[in-house]
Structure formats: C-alpha cells, structure tokens
C-alpha cells in the first residue's frame, strides 16, 4: 500500500470515527435537554440555549476532524506529483 493510498484510508476511518462521536454525543445531549424541559418547562429557555451551545461545540469536533482528514489527503508532500498524474501531464 502506498502513501497516498494509507491516507486516503485514514482520512476516511477518521471522518467516520468522528460522525459517529458526534451523533452519539448530539443524540445523549438532545435527550437529556428534552427531558429536562419535560421535567420543567418553565426552564425551556435556559436548557435551550445551553443546549445550542454544547452542539455547535461537538459539531466543531466533526469540523475538526474534517479539516484534518483534508490535510492528510491533500497536504502531503507528494500532492503535486498524484495530481500530474490524474490530469495526465
């Protein structure tokens, strides 16, 4: 197996690793804000907001793992040879 062919592996093994993190975590945290608004509604705003806030910050994580999914893809030092290649030149 060459380089290229270990990263594009990698990259993908770790954006899947990393969607499946993030939907676990969104899945536990929109529960447990469901049910604590189910336990006290007047509380709905606050739980709301909070809860915003906890899924724009493990959506990050999945956006992070994107970010270095795409670098190992297309950051190498071989990136320049690979793309003569596929253009033909």
């Known amino acids: 197996m060459d380089f290229f062919t ?3 592996w990698a990259a993908g093994i770790a954006i899947g690793v990393a969607a499946f ?3 676990i975590g969104q899945g536990m945290g929109l529960s ?3 049910q604590g608004i189910a336990r006290n509604p007047e ?13 724009a910050m493990i959506e ?15 950051a190498h030092p071989q990136a320049a040879d690979f793309a003569k290649l596929a253009i033909g030149q």
């Open 32 to 34: 447990g804000a469901v």
């Open 21 to 23: 993190g993030c939907g």
């Open 60 to 74: 990050s994580l999945a956006i992070y793992a994107l970010v270095v999914a795409l670098i190992l893809i297309y």
């Open 6 to 8: 270990a990263c594009v």
């Open 43 to 55: 509380s709905s705003g606050k739980v709301t907001v909070t809860l915003l806030i906890g899924l």
